[in-house]
């Protein structure tokens, strides 16, 4: 099976999200959506989800599943606003809880904030499987990035999210809470074992230097040949000390404190107050 893909790049924050087609059909999935979100101002806008909502009504498309790859620190999710437009259930990784749990305690929610995954429809662990349409979609627990990544495996394609980027840019930061370096090269052993001619698709693109585009999709075998932290057989002793020493010069993603708090709810915003009124939470020294 090769599904039909279609890549929404974000300029503001290089994620690509996707809609993945059943080529027999009209059922899609559509993968890690944005809610733009000015943090200067504090407003968001829903201009990256309109163009995908237009992308599947223009095609007549039924969409049966919004998946996130995992709880994004550097987008907010629009899943709940396509959700509410054009359909489909909400899925992420079931170790979600242990990200809940996290930054519960790191934005202080209380008792009120729900740690066990039910703001979403569906949690996967490894092994599991869907159907939209005729396609077949496999899922990958791939955590080190964070604990609750996975991968989705739907025909020849792999949507791998932050764990794998481009060749030539390498691979995900593993210095977030819950995350681990050694972790990390076990889930890309994953991967890199799918065969070698299948599609992988990337969650971000930041064009490695020398590369005048973006780019999102490779396969495995390019990966395995060419990826600078993991390509050639570069063993694991030697990917933990580089990826360790890289992430501690690395700073916080812009929009790390708005996304976890949204991301973490499946894409809601917090509880309004008494007046309607929304507000996010700035931890001081926590992160």
């Known amino acids: 099976m090769k599904p039909d893909v279609t890549a929404f790049f974000d300029n503001a924050t290089n994620t690509i999200s996707f809609v993945v087609k059943d080529p027999a059909g009209t059922s899609c999935a559509i993968i890690d959506s944005v809610l733009d979100f000015d943090y200067s101002s504090g407003r968001t806008d829903t201009k990256s989800a309109d ?43 079931k170790n979600i809880t242990v990200v809940q749990d996290t930054f519960g305690k790191v934005f202080n929610e ?76 076990n889930s890309i052993q994953k991967i890199l074992a799918l065969p070698d001619e299948t599609r992988i698709f990337v969650g971000h693109d930041y064009k490695a230097p020398g590369r005048d585009e973006y780019a999102w999709e490779t396969t495995v075998a390019e990966q395995k040949a060419a990826n600078v932290h993991v390509g050639e057989g570069k063993d694991k002793d030697a990917f933990i000390k580089m990826r360790d020493e890289r992430d501690a010069t690395l700073d916080m993603p812009k929009l790390i404190i708005p996304s976890l708090q949204v991301n973490m709810r499946a894409g809601q915003m917090p509880e309004p107050d008494e007046e309607g009124d929304v507000f996010l939470k700035v931890p001081v020294n926590k992160l």
């Open 51 to 93: 163009e995908i909502i237009a992308h599947v009504q223009k095609n007549g498309l039924k969409v049966e599943w919004l998946l996130e790859s995992h709880v994004h620190a550097d987008h907010l999710s629009a899943a709940p606003y396509i959700q509410e437009k054009v359909g489909g259930k909400i899925g992420i990784g």
């Open 110 to 185: 209380g008792t009120e904030f729900q740690r066990d995954g039910s703001q979403f429809d569906e949690l996967f662990t490894e092994g599991d499987s869907i159907m939209i349409g005729q396609m077949r979609c496999d899922v990958l627990h791939t955590p080190g990035h964070t604990p609750a990544c996975l991968t989705y495996v739907i025909g020849d394609a792999a949507f791998v999210g932050d764990t794998l980027f481009m060749p030539d840019f390498g691979t995900a930061r593993c210095d977030f809470p819950g995350g681990s370096s050694e972790t990390l090269y």
